[in-house]
Every structure is written in structure tokens, then in C-alpha cells.
């Protein structure tokens, strides 16, 4: 039987930053912030959403410094969640009235969630979600800045799912419609987001994640159909929004960064992914490694517990200098989600990445070595809730720590725990708790001091 999971229940409480109770040793040296993202509603003024991916966005930031922990939460002060405050009922998604859909509609208005995740790039931190632009917060008090266009450059949309490939951040917005396709973003350090260029896609399709070397980004377009007219209407529920049609197979884009308008494109046997391990050249080929399914019903079982379902495989995919076809074999026999490499190995051949792993309920982080499989695991016990582990080196021949922010089911609380990277089978070394629990968050980055 499924049942609305705990880990995504409302958030209890927004907080600037306070002690948390620190369990064990953090490791000396281990100083920042790990800013995340996720829903932290299940609906608002008594309607609920359909989806967890309807709800409304919260970051969440925890700090270690001088070995103690600091935690802090907020809303995201979106414009369209700020214009439902104010008028005390649900103006947008679903759920709005249908005269005010279709208000929302002539004014080509909707809200931006800001749910998916939070990034930290050039010294500012936003929230992301797929189907809007950024919205940027204050680093010390997540007080809410706005909705940016980052100077005019983003169109209607900018992925939660960039990629930091050298000193320069890429990402992509979907473009929906007659011409639909993604926009590809640069972002170098230091300097200003530019428009790369567009690559058509022959239909209109989910896009959520993507895989960037040194010379391309690589589109896996699943056979995720959007299912236009309903998202222009916003008639619910969300996931009558995509449709799984596997007979139209899984649309390859190979896009070179400099010059974009010089994509290549072939159609592949159908399957899906949420997210992307790492990709690289090699030679005239690229090796891209994905969580890949054999279907889309994994959108059922996010933010429900009880859901059967196939589980995602560590593929690695060896696309053909020619860029016609797509060789994918697999890769150990864990299931993989939630997948980090070491931050300057993105885009280049690494050598491990750590992943959560999901079998029924049980949950693991795992550390995957793509010639020999799994290599190292911590297997958490039933109720425990990890979430996307991120890698954080301290120095060389990839010493390091891994973070994940865990729901515990049994007291309803959340904690930060923090790993010694070369030893996930040791447990935690420490854990810093929360006193209440953090929605279940998706995305985030650390953000050393
Ligand atoms: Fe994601």
C-alpha cells in the first residue's frame, strides 16, 4: 500500500541560523555552509497539491564552523508564493480556480516554485526549479531577493541541474511550444551568464537533467512527453502533465559548446533518467554514465512510500563518434540515484561516485568505481531517510567527506550527516540534528568558508 511519505510533510517552522546539536566529531578543517532545496509544502490554505513537485520551495543551510553546527530554513519568497500570501487562498497551479488559470493564462503568469535546488555560483545562491528562472537569496539570512533573469540573459526557464565543468558553469532551459528545444547557458566564474545557443528537439519533452564534457552537453530526451495543452490550461493532476511513450524512443542530442547550432541527433531505444552521473571524451567518442530505468514510473513514487518500481542502474553510455547510435552496458548491480563525483572530475574521466541507493524502502550511500562496481556502502536502517550525498574533498588522492542530510521517521527530526569519504562502511563520524525535520530536499551544494 503507498502512503504520502513523512519526509515530505510541511516544513514545521522557518529559522535564521541556531545551534544544532552536534553528535560526535566534526572533522576539524570541515568549514562552510551545504545549502539545499525541496518542496516544503504538501498545499497551502487547505488545498492540496497533486505532487510533490507542486510544492513550494524552501532552502535550507547548515554551517559548520569551529566544530560546532548551525542550521537555518526558509521559504522562497517567490513572487506568485508572495502574491498567495498576501491574498490568503491559491492563485496559481492546479488548484487555483479555473477564471484565475485562465487570468493567469492571458498574462502569461505562473509561480515559481523554486523547489528543486540550490546552487551557489559566483558568490550568490539561488533556488532553481526547471520551468522558471532563478531566484536569488541572501547567503546569511535566506531572506528572498527576487526572481533574476541574470542581467537579461536566461529566457523562461533555467534548469535545477547545471554542471561545473572547468571555471564555468552550464546549463540549459527548455523551451516549450511550435519549436520546442533547450537553450544552452555559460556561465564562467567571475564574470557574466551568457546564450550560448538553442537545439531543436523534434517534439515537446520533459528534460531534467543533462551531462556536459569539456567540448559538449549531451541531452538524453526520454520519451517524457509534455502534454501541452494541459500545461498551458494548468488542469491537474501533475502527472497527467507527462506521458511515457515509449514508441517514440529516447531522442540523443550531442551539442558542441561552441558551436551549438552544429547538433547532432539519433533515436535510441527508450529509457529514462532523472539524473546524470558524469560524462567525458574519449577520443572521438564520449562516455556519458546515467541513473537510468527502463520506464517513467519512478514520477509516481516521489514523496509516497509503498511504491513497487524498477530501480535506476549506474549505465554507462558510449556514444559513437558519428554520433548515429548508443552502446549502454551496466555497471555493477546496485540501484543508483542522487549521484556526486569529485567537483573537479565533472565533465572529465573520474574515478568514483557516490550515489544513494534504494531497495525497497532500505536505503544506502554507496561509492561506485565504474570499472569495478560498488566499492564502499553505509546502509542506513529502515525509516531513515538519506538524501542526495554530496562530496567535499580536504586534499589530495581523494580524501574527503561525503554530506547527506537524513530524515529519521521514528523521531520526525532531520540531520545533517557527515562521512569520512574514504570510509562510508565506518557510519557517520558526527551528525549534527535539527530539532524539527527538513522536507525531504533534492539538490544542493557546499559552499566552503
Ligand atoms: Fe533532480
Redesign the pocket.
Known amino acids: 500500500m503507498t502512503e504520502r511519505s513523512r519526509a515530505y510533510e510541511d516544513l514545521p517552522r522557518e529559522h535564521p541560523f541556531e545551534p544544532l546539536r552536534v553528535e560526535g566529531e566534526l572533522p576539524p578543517g570541515l568549514e562552510g555552509t551545504l545549502f539545499r532545496a525541496g518542496p516544503a509544502t504538501s498545499g497551502r490554505f487547505g488545498l492540496r497539491y497533486s505532487h510533490a513537485f507542486e510544492g513550494d520551495g524552501a532552502v535550507c543551510a547548515t554551517k559548520l564552523a569551529g566544530g560546532a553546527a548551525f542550521g537555518a530554513v526558509r521559504m522562497v519568497q517567490s513572487d506568485g508564493y508572495r502574491e498567495e500570501t498576501e491574498a490568503g487562498r491559491l492563485l496559481y497551479g492546479f488548484s487555483a480556480p479555473w477564471w484565475r488559470r485562465m487570468l493567469n493564462l492571458a498574462r502569461g503568469k505562473q509561480k515559481n516554485t523554486a523547489n528543486?535546488?540550490a546552487l551557489v555560483w559566483n558568490d550568490r545562491l539561488f533556488a532553481l526549479m526547471?520551468g522558471a528562472t532563478p531566484v536569488e537569496l541572501e547567503r546569511e539570512t535566506l531572506e528572498t531577493i527576487g526572481e533574476t533573469t541574470l542581467g537579461n540573459v536566461v529566457g523562461r526557464t533555467f534548469s535545477?541541474?547545471p554542471h561545473v565543468v572547468g571555471d564555468r558553469l552550464i546549463n540549459f532551459g527548455s523551451r516549450y511550444g511550435k519549436q520546442p528545444g533547450v537553450d544552452l547557458y555559460a556561465w564562467p566564474k567571475d564574470s557574466a551568464c551568457r546564450h550560448l545557443g538553442f537545439a531543436p528537439l523534434p517534439d515537446n519533452r520533459m528534460i531534467?537533467?543533462f551531462a556536459v564534457t569539456e567540448r559538449h552537453a549531451v541531452f538524453f530526451a526520454s520519451p517524457v512527453s509534455i502534454q501541452l495543452l494541459r500545461a498551458i490550461l494548468n488542469i491537474g493532476p501533475f502527472e497527467r502533465l507527462v506521458r511515457w511513450r515509449p514508441e517514440l524512443g529516447t531522442e540523443v542530442v550531442v551539442v558542441p559548446l561552441a558551436a551549438p547550432e552544429r547538433a547532432r541527433r539519433f533515436t535510441t531505444e527508450p529509457f529514462f533518467q532523472?539524473?546524470f552521473i558524469n560524462a567525458f571524451e574519449d577520443g572521438e567518442e564520449l562516455v556519458v554514465d546515467a541513473c537510468v530505468y527502463p520506464n517513467f514510473d519512478s514520477m509516481g513514487a516521489i514523496g509516497v512510500d509503498g511504491v513497487e518500481l524498477a530501480l535506476p542502474e549506474y549505465a554507462r553510455c558510449r556514444i559513437n563518434a558519428a554520433r548515429t547510435s548508443l552502446r549502454r552496458e551496466t555497471i555493477g548491480d546496485a540501484p543508483v540515484e542522487?549521484p556526486s563525483v569529485l567537483a573537479e572530475d565533472e565533465g572529465r574521466r573520474s574515478t568514483d561516485a557516490f550515489c544513494l541507493s534504494m531497495d525497497h524502502g532500505r536505503r544506502a550511500l554507496i561509492r561506485v568505481d565504474p570499472e569495478r562496481g560498488v566499492v564502499d556502502r553505509f546502509d542506513y536502517p529502515e525509516g531513515a531517510g538519506p538524501s542526495?550525498p554530496i562530496y567535499v574533498p580536504s586534499g589530495p588522492g581523494g580524501a574527503g567527506h561525503l554530506l547527506t542530510l537524513v530524515h529519521d521517521a521514528d523521531s520526525h527530526t532531520s540531520a545533517l550527516h557527515v562521512f569520512d569519504a574514504q570510509r562510508l562502511e565506518g557510519g557517520p563520524v558526527a551528525r549534527a540534528h535539527y530539532d524539527h525535520h527538513i522536507p525531504f530536499t533534492?539538490?544542493g551544494r557546499w559552499a566552503a568558508a
Do not use: G, L
Open positions: 528543486t535546488a526547471e535545477a541541474h531534467h537533467d532523472w539524473h542522487f542526495e533534492f539538490h
